[in-house]
């Protein structure tokens, strides 16, 4: 709120120097005032929809760092709402850390430049990059969700930002403003092939040499299409087509839990011994 007000103020000095006319002003305040009470009822909405017993609860207890996180984010759609497509907390009435977590998705052209403007903004300071993931969703167009999480060690914040592309959509690396995303953006190429333009050295980071497909993709076979064994008569490691033999297994079909009859006892499973003592006819028989 701090920020929005910082921002009226710095346009009503350009205006009053002539810099920006009245009607642009009012422009520009209608469209703050919209993006505000529009994130306001989001978060109002989403708080309202904890359900007990089939009948909605109208009040959410709420915590002062709920309250500053629901602040921060109607400042950053205030100054970025081209930029942001969504915004909200999630797991916002998870009491156990005071809070819940901050969630902006963005489109993919927009995704470096979102990050930039957390991490360089004077409220928000999210300078620790701590990794970078994806997900796949084979059911959607845009199959991954790739998501990046910042923390602002001055306010003790975290925030993750996520984007949605397809197979063939590139994102800007974010290695630019955040080296540390280097290993991160390699390995989301290297198990799901999403494709980091501007980065200074996109290649595989865990499969191996010349390796085909992107084993964390939902569609790529568990087995793999190849395997690597040692050829002795080359003395070197090979690679060849996957080959599941199973001519060396012995399946043993037997099972110490089926000796039993069906709905008997254990003893009756086995011969009771004889009560009667043996003759000398049957001692002279298993002779």
């Excluded at 109208?58 to 996180?69: A, I, R």
């Amino acid at each position: 709120v701090g920020v929005v007000e910082f921002r009226e103020r710095r346009f009503k000095g350009l205006k009053m120097r002539g810099l920006l006319c009245s009607e642009g002003l009012q422009a520009w305040r209608k469209i703050t005032l919209g993006a505000r009470r529009y994130f306001r009822a989001g978060v109002v909405s989403m708080q309202n929809q904890n359900v007990e017993g089939g009948a909605a609860q109208t009040s959410s207890p709420t915590t002062p760092m709920l309250e500053t996180q629901t602040k921060f984010m109607s400042s950053v759609l205030d100054m970025i709402p081209g930029w942001i497509t969504a915004a909200k907390i999630h797991k916002a009435h998870d009491l156990t850390h005071n809070g819940g977590e901050m969630v902006l998705e963005v489109a993919p052209e927009n995704t470096a430049n979102v990050l930039r403007f957390l991490q360089m903004h004077t409220n928000a300071q999210f300078k620790c990059f701590i990794d970078c993931t994806a997900v796949d969703y084979p059911q959607r167009a845009k199959r991954f969700t790739v998501l990046y999480n910042l923390l602002s060690i001055k306010y003790n914040a975290r925030i993750r930002v996520h984007t949605f592309v397809d197979e063939v959509t590139p994102l800007e690396s974010a290695t630019r403003h955040f080296p540390a995303a280097d290993w991160f953006e390699r390995e989301v190429w290297d198990m799901y092939g999403v494709f980091f333009y501007n980065h200074p050295d996109l290649r595989r980071i865990l499969t191996d040499y010349g390796f085909e497909g992107h084993p964390q993709r939902k569609d790529f076979p568990l087995s793999g299409f190849v395997e690597v064994r040692y050829d002795d008569s080359s003395k070197r490691v090979v690679t060849e087509p996957i080959e599941i033999t199973q001519e060396y297994r012995s399946f043993d079909y037997t099972s110490p839990w089926e000796v039993f009859p069906e709905g008997g006892r254990p003893r009756d499973a086995f011969p009771e011994p004889s009560s009667t003592p043996p003759t000398e006819n049957s001692s002279e028989k298993s002779k």
